[in-house]
């Protein structure tokens, strides 16, 4: 891992001279961290696989079907099992992941890949659940109509044997329950919504898209503005659920939520608006995923998925989700010594990193004091997609567990990334796009130089205003990045105003 921005690996001493003009020490917009590739060698082989040819044939980081392989698992073991570490701590096994990817980036493509057997699967459960609603359905209209008819006579004899029939009859239509038609997966969902599906699902629900529309919703789209997390945080720790219906309250138990989406790099910067969001715990609770930008360096004729790996992972998958729906209660996974070893010893190394002012973990003391926890949930899931159908009777070993540890190293370093652009001002990031076109640009290469109109139009979708383009200027200019050139005088014939121009620091174009 490297702290160097990427944009500028090396930069010179101050003062140097190059082709004859002098300029001063770039001072970098900000050490922009640039995190780890996803270790798919910590995944089972089916999964591992799968993952490798979704990124080849759609040329994308392997980052982005990890997080949907890993929110797939999560799906299907969310509520249907839990991890007994020590004690009295338990953790569910249901994930937040949100991947940050720019538009144009196919996520779309890797979404359906890694999602299309929780779909097929889901279709399975809703077709083979028909039968019991059926039955459930006509049960309950034969004792609707016993019970009528039991009132009826007792009202009418007012004999004992009458009324205390009426009642078990009532109390046997009471209790008749007639199930609703399986949902796995949502999409974009309000906090009300979530709450009632997770009602009806016996607390299960994954919130799956390759957009980020999930947070916009979160931060109040249909709420003034005003962020709406209870469902969230309490569905993430499995703690007891309120949801209020007008004819009375229900509660839902042990509540597990999945959320995997992809987000756009300025949604991070929405959420950094809303401190709600990080102080209130939500933004801890996921486990984010910043990989490279593939635009630009992506081949015309991948290697496709061979069709061996995309059987194999549709088939595990499936048999994953169906497999664990049968379990009415969830199932206790248990670690072994080793493994129980492993998990002390990765607290014990974070947990110093988390002191106030101190620790190297500080400024992100709320996201990685979760990430023990998470880290058992992605060990238990790890578990379960290595032994599917004997999990419950087996304990995490120590090789699992160690490939969980390395997942969760990987999270620290992307959500440390995530994290930065969060608390980046709007025009550092417009300065980062700038750099990328100046130092991109054919012409701007040739010439060292460019208009203030020619950036404007590059940044015309992102930059509100001329305001905000020389906003943007300034501050390259002020970092030691570009300098202005004498303003161009304006033809004695007329026309618009000559542009403002710029002069770049030859320092960008030495690396390139």
């Not at 957009?211 to 003034?224: A, K, L, M, T, V």
């Not at 042990?254 to 910067?269: M, Y």
């Amino acid at each position: 891992m490297t702290t160097e921005p990427n944009w500028a690996p090396d930069i010179p001493k101050p003062d140097a001279p190059h082709n004859g003009e002098t300029w001063e020490e770039i001072i970098p917009l900000g050490s922009r961290l640039v995190p780890p590739a996803f270790p798919v060698t910590c995944l089972p082989i089916w999964l591992r696989n799968m993952i490798d040819g979704v990124a080849e044939e759609t040329q994308t980081a392997p980052d982005i079907a990890a997080a949907f392989g890993l929110g797939a698992l999560s799906t299907a073991a969310g509520g249907k099992a839990i991890i007994r570490v020590r004690g009295g701590w338990h953790e569910p096994l249901n994930l937040f992941l949100a991947c940050v990817a720019p538009p144009a980036t196919r996520k779309s493509a890797v979404f359906r890949a890694m999602t299309a057997p929780l779909y097929a699967a889901e279709e399975a459960l809703v077709t083979a659940g028909r039968a019991k609603t059926r039955q459930a359905e006509l049960l309950r209209l034969q004792l609707e109509e016993a019970d009528k008819q039991a009132r009826t006579r007792a009202v009418r004899t007012g004999s004992a044997s009458d009324l205390a029939e009426a009642e078990s009859t009532a109390l046997a239509l009471a209790e008749i329950t007639v199930p609703h038609e399986v949902q796995l997966i949502a999409k974009n969902v309000t906090p009300e919504e979530c709450s009632t599906i997770l009602s009806e699902q016996d607390g299960r629900l994954a919130i799956l898209s390759a957009e980020g529309d999930i947070f916009d919703i979160i931060c109040g789209r249909y709420s003034n503005g005003v962020p709406t997390l209870t469902p969230f945080l309490e569905a993430h720790a499995g703690d007891v659920l309120k949801v209020n219906r007008r004819s009375r309250a229900e509660y839902v138990k042990s509540p597990a939520l999945t959320i995997a989406v992809c987000i756009q790099p300025a949604v991070l910067t929405v959420i950094a608006e809303k401190p709600r969001l990080r102080g209130q715990g939500l933004l801890a609770r996921f486990l984010y995923a910043l990989p490279p930008d593939t635009v630009g360096y992506r081949k015309s004729a991948p290697d496709l998925v061979p069709d061996d790996v995309r059987e194999t992972y549709t088939d595990t998958l499936q048999t994953i989700v169906l497999s664990l729906a049968e379990w009415d209660q969830p199932q206790v996974l248990s670690l072994s010594p080793a493994a129980d070893q492993l998990v002390t010893a990765f607290q014990d190394e974070i947990e110093p990193k988390l002191r106030a002012g101190i620790g190297e973990l500080d400024s992100l003391r709320d996201w990685a004091g979760k990430l023990v926890g998470a880290c058992v949930r992605i060990a238990g899931l790890l578990h379960l997609a290595t032994h599917a159908d004997d999990g419950f009777r087996k304990p995490v070993t120590e090789d699992i567990m160690r490939d969980a540890i390395e997942i969760a190293r990987y999270h620290i370093a992307h959500a440390a990334a995530c994290f930065g652009v969060m608390v980046e001002g709007p025009h550092t990031q417009l300065a980062r796009d700038a750099l990328n076109w100046i130092t991109k640009n054919d012409k701007v290469t040739q010439s060292r130089t460019f208009s203030q109109r020619d950036l404007h139009r590059r940044l015309q979708s992102k930059a509100k205003d001329a305001a905000t383009v020389s906003a943007v200027l300034s501050l390259l200019d002020t970092h030691g990045y570009i300098r202005s050139l004498p303003q161009p005088e304006r033809d004695s014939r007329g026309g618009r105003t000559p542009s403002p121009r710029f002069s770049v620091n030859p320092v960008l174009f030495e690396q390139r």
